[in-house]
């Protein structure tokens, strides 16, 4: 950690400025945490009025200390707190916490006063958490500079988990959730206004711990994505997870009427991506935000993720078997001699298929349990467990089957959870080591998670970016302009023409080789052709593409165009229509989207999204993920689509947008048309939008 964190997470003294001597005012409460919670440096409370607070000796100031204190909380109200900052800062304290409110959070002139803070602190090389910030803390070593009632509510310990939020009360849900249940917390920021040290660097300092091995995240806004991107390439380095809870959706980023692709995309899809691309997992609630801890801290290799549930209840098995359909997670097909294995420990009127049914019989059998999961860890192709006891009472060895369990656990290394209603038989489970929930939604949802979160990201956290070209023109792009843009950079086009005349547009037909062609009015103030009948398809003769041109023409120079021109084209049937768009998120920058085209594209919304640059690789595991997917192997009388043609338009379309992220707003792609298997796309139509 750099010398900023180290004040603030092992700081060998703290000044309290603002002290109260009453623990429940928010200068009396870090002071009581900092006593109560085994912090062994100094502790100097700064108030005028009192001679002692907490049994420390008071400081009228923080400069009569006569000694420089490693970090300060800031304690006093918010037309008080520069004054003791620029102080702070003059003095060479390293860190400061600044609890007061009445800055960024407010408007314009609280953000003008937030500015000065920082500089202030800068200016001597302090660096500050907040403003409008509950604190940092550290279990471990005692330096709790937080308000938060929470810790006297619910004891603190150390272990290996780090809440960092940018809220105080999203950092204190989870920390009581996690203590609840037995869990250990090291570290617990809340950042406030995130002015200076945000979330996203709190982050990469506490990846950087190796006891570290789960570290949630709470975020409203994404300050600062490269650093939380290094933090969660630490963690990844050494095994440890990232869980971010983003809440809201961000605030779409203003698209001309031109782009169907960010209206459709929008900002939140850019962080979905962004953190997908670094193994961080998006948790949509507080329950998934915390789920699958259990499972973080085991750190068994869940392989491909195929699950064997198993029950002494059928029903318990089926909705389980539901449940994971419903959550993408497959479960496994049991080996012919798994099957025979089972066959001979369970009773006739009992399954050997996945979901297993055990029966009431396991209430009177004590080794049928253990003898199943022998059998169960010895097939290769079950790499998950989920248990669900749905009752247990008088005449069930809870107690063994927890063991059993352990046992299990110990030999196979296998990931294991049990589901139980009863909290009896969830704590004998837990008691072992055994991730114990009260629903099967919650164990398959922890067991889903856990293996998709270890499949995530990583591939294309460190790929070099290309330089920046500069584009010397502004706006949209003509329909002529934009596909020979994206032709140059390897997106397949349609063969076509501009033309400014009805000879011109006969003369293009002739060119092109006589075949049906497309005619369309083309100018880049008029974008949504369709909509004032510039299109006109499967022209097949020299009169009628003339007249058509013509009528384009006119129409254009009634709209205001002085220069009209139209674009005469090959027509293109396609087995299925595609669309590919480009929005430039301003912090992580292109991100491309795949989907099903045609004019039914925003009614749909059938899509994925990747942030670029990425692999075709990448785009072909994307598109495996739409809902027309099996449009790829064949359907019905269908052949199979170009998929890997599919993905390299996309990867190519990913590399222009990159090429000129500085320029570009937006790409619009629609239809690109897919062939069979081995013949191609073509893009028929696209609009560019440059900043």
């Not at 390293?94 to 920082?118: H, P, T």
């Not at 075949?515 to 083309?522: F, L």
Request: glycine letters at 10%; one cysteine or more; aromatic letters at 4%.
């Amino acid at each position: 950690m750099t010398p900023h964190f180290e004040a603030l997470f092992r700081p060998r003294s703290v000044a309290v400025i603002g002290a109260s001597d009453n623990p429940n005012k928010v200068g009396g409460r870090p002071i009581h945490y900092l006593n109560r919670f085994g912090f062994a440096g100094q502790v100097y409370p700064v108030n005028p009025g009192r001679a002692e607070i907490q049994g420390h000796r008071a400081y009228a100031s923080v400069g009569e200390i006569g000694a420089v204190p490693d970090a300060v909380v800031i304690a006093v109200a918010g037309d008080a707190t520069l004054a003791q900052v620029r102080q702070c800062s003059e003095l060479g304290v390293k860190a400061a916490v600044v609890m007061a409110s009445g800055f960024g959070e407010i408007g314009e002139a609280g953000r003008q006063r937030q500015a000065a803070l920082v500089a202030a602190a800068n200016a001597g090389g302090m660096r500050l958490v907040g403003p409008n910030a509950q604190g940092t803390a550290n279990f471990a070593s005692g330096a709790v500079l937080n308000f938060s009632t929470m810790f006297m509510e619910v004891a603190p310990a150390d272990g290996p988990i780090a809440i960092i939020s940018q809220s105080g009360a999203a950092s204190v849900m989870p920390y009581a959730l996690l203590r609840q249940a037995g869990f250990g917390v090291r570290y617990l920021v809340a950042t406030g206004n995130d002015a200076d040290l945000d979330a996203c660097a709190m982050a990469e300092a506490v990846a950087a711990d190796p006891a570290i091995r789960v570290i949630l995240v709470y975020l409203e806004t994404l300050s600062d994505p490269g650093r939380l991107a290094a933090a969660a390439a630490v963690a990844r380095a050494r095994g440890a997870h990232v869980v971010a809870l983003k809440s809201g959706s961000s605030r779409r980023g203003a698209v001309a009427a031109a782009s169907h692709t960010g209206a459709l995309v929008g900002n939140d899809a850019a962080i979905d991506a962004f953190l997908a691309r670094h193994g961080i997992w998006r948790a949509r609630d507080m329950n998934e935000f915390i789920r699958a801890t259990p499972l973080y801290l085991q750190g068994h290799d869940p392989a491909a993720g195929r699950t064997v549930v198993m029950s002494h209840s059928g029903a318990v098995g089926v909705m389980a078997a539901d449940l994971a359909e419903r959550a993408a997670l497959p479960l496994a097909e049991l080996a012919p001699a798994t099957r025979q294995g089972l066959a001979a420990i369970l009773p006739e009127f009992g399954s050997v298929n996945n979901p297993l049914d055990m029966t009431a019989a396991l209430l009177g059998k004590g080794d049928m349990f253990p003898r199943v999961l022998d059998v169960l860890g010895s097939d290769p192709e079950a790499d998950m467990v989920m248990i669900g006891i749905p009752v247990a009472g008088p005449g069930y060895d809870v107690p063994a089957l927890a063991r059993d369990a352990a046992a299990f656990l110990a030999r196979h290394a296998k990931p294991l959870v049990v589901s139980a209603p009863q909290q009896d038989v969830r704590a004998a489970f837990a008691a072992r080591g055994i991730p114990a929930f009260i629903t099967e939604a919650d164990a398959i949802g922890a067991l889903g998670q856990y293996a998709a979160h270890r499949q995530l990201g990583g591939a294309g956290a460190a790929r070099a970016l290309p330089a920046a070209r500069a584009w010397a023109g502004r706006g949209l792009l003509d329909e002529h302009a934009s596909l020979a843009l994206l032709a140059e950079h390897g997106v397949p086009v349609v063969a076509h023409r501009q033309c400014a005349s009805g000879a011109e547009a006969v003369a293009a037909f002739a060119a092109l080789g006589g075949g049906a062609v497309a005619v369309k009015g083309c100018a880049a103030g008029v974008p949504h052709k369709s909509e004032h009948g510039l299109v006109r398809l499967r022209l097949a003769d020299a009169a009628g593409v003339r007249a058509a041109a013509q009528d384009c023409l006119d129409k254009l120079a009634g709209l205001g165009e002085a220069a009209p021109r139209v674009v005469v084209a090959r027509m293109v049937k396609g087995t299925h229509e595609f669309a590919l768009g480009v929005t430039v998120d301003p912090a992580l920058g292109p991100l491309v989207m795949i989907g099903e085209g045609g004019t039914l594209l925003e009614l749909r919304q059938d899509i994925v999204t990747l942030l670029a640059p990425f692999s075709a690789d990448e785009a072909r595991a994307a598109c495996r993920r739409l809902r027309v997917a099996p449009l790829f192997g064949g359907y019905r009388d269908m052949p199979a689509l170009d998929l890997d043609a599919l993905a390299a338009a996309a990867v190519a379309l990913g590399d222009f947008a990159l090429a000129y992220r500085a320029s570009l707003k937006a790409v619009d792609i629609n239809p690109l048309m897919v062939m069979p298997a081995g013949q191609g796309v073509v893009a028929v139509d696209a609009v560019v939008e440059m900043r």
